[in-house]
């Protein structure tokens, strides 16, 4: 995460319109249930089949978080449940142990998948709410604010490339950013990409499920990550790859979980 004051010339304005944003949020959790319709068809046990390893590990965090609270205890830190016999520590991972917790009561009435169900909907209402008030205090207009959220892909992005654009304004500096879910990355595997970056322009991590844990550059690229592939199997194929040759992009012979 990058903060920075705002400068003069960048001060915001107060959010004085909040009736415009209850009716944006309400608009989102219409759109947020449209969306996920196919799901709460049976929220107990549909699941978003392209990406069932992330579905697996959340309910079972929320299975272990419900079980916890039912015992009258919150949920511990670290566990064998996963791991056996050394553990696992859940700081780690992205448990949720406050989602978990509150959600428990739904979770023990009707399965961990109906909780995901429900944290799910109201992740992508509230995720674009936010970023619509975020708009909106920043002088945007109401229709702009809310075609921010048209396409979320490109607007992470956009983020990234802004990212990387801030970090290698000295066209010297080797810049690499990788999964913030991924602690057991090795030390060696970040050294050996700033030592690849040190002879092409590129570098990526690529991970078994057609995705990228790790990408570097030497300079800001804003075509980067200009495909729409991002959050799918075909992210590798579609971004890095397509943007650059194999003269100025490598990548890491270390593919990992993604």
């Known amino acids: 995460m990058i903060l920075t004051l705002p400068t003069t010339a960048e001060r915001v304005r107060p959010l004085t319109s909040r009736r415009v ?11 947020a249930i449209a969306v996920t319709m196919w799901l709460w068809r049976d929220p107990a046990s549909r699941i978003v089949a392209s990406n069932p390893y ?8 929320f299975r272990y978080d419900a079980t916890a609270v039912a015992h009258l205890r919150l949920p511990a830190l ?8 050394q553990g696992i520590s859940l700081m780690w991972n992205t448990a949720m142990p406050l989602p978990g917790v509150l959600l428990a009561p739904l979770t023990l009435l009707a399965g961990p998948q109906a909780s995901l169900t429900v ?8 995720s674009a709410v936010s970023m619509f008030a975020t708009a909106r205090r920043w ?5 702009a604010a809310g075609l921010t959220l048209a396409a979320p892909h490109i607007a992470r ?17 080797r810049t690499i950013a990788f999964n913030s879910d991924s ?8 050294e050996g990409a700033f030592e690849t970056l040190a002879v092409h322009d590129v570098v990526v991590g690529p991970t078994h499920d057609g995705g990228y844990y790790l990408v570097g550059a ?22 890095p790859s397509s943007t650059y040759s194999c003269d100025t992009m490598t990548v890491i012979p270390m593919v990992m979980n993604a």
């Open 54 to 61: 992330d579905t697996d590990q959340f309910t079972w965090f």
């Open 139 to 143: 002088d945007a207009s109401t229709a």
């Open 218 to 239: 030497t300079a800001s690229h804003p075509t980067l990550f200009a495909g729409d592939g991002m959050g799918t199997s075909s992210a590798l194929e579609n971004s």
């Open 21 to 31: 944003v209850w009716l944006a949020g309400l608009y989102y959790l219409v759109g």
């Open 78 to 85: 670290i566990t064998t449940g996963m791991n056996a016999p």
């Open 157 to 173: 992005a956009a983020a990234i490339t802004m990212r990387f654009a801030h970090f290698a304004e000295d066209d010297q500096r």
């Open 119 to 126: 944290l799910m909907t109201l992740g992508f209402a509230g």
């Open 183 to 190: 602690p057991h990355l090795p030390r060696s595997v970040l």
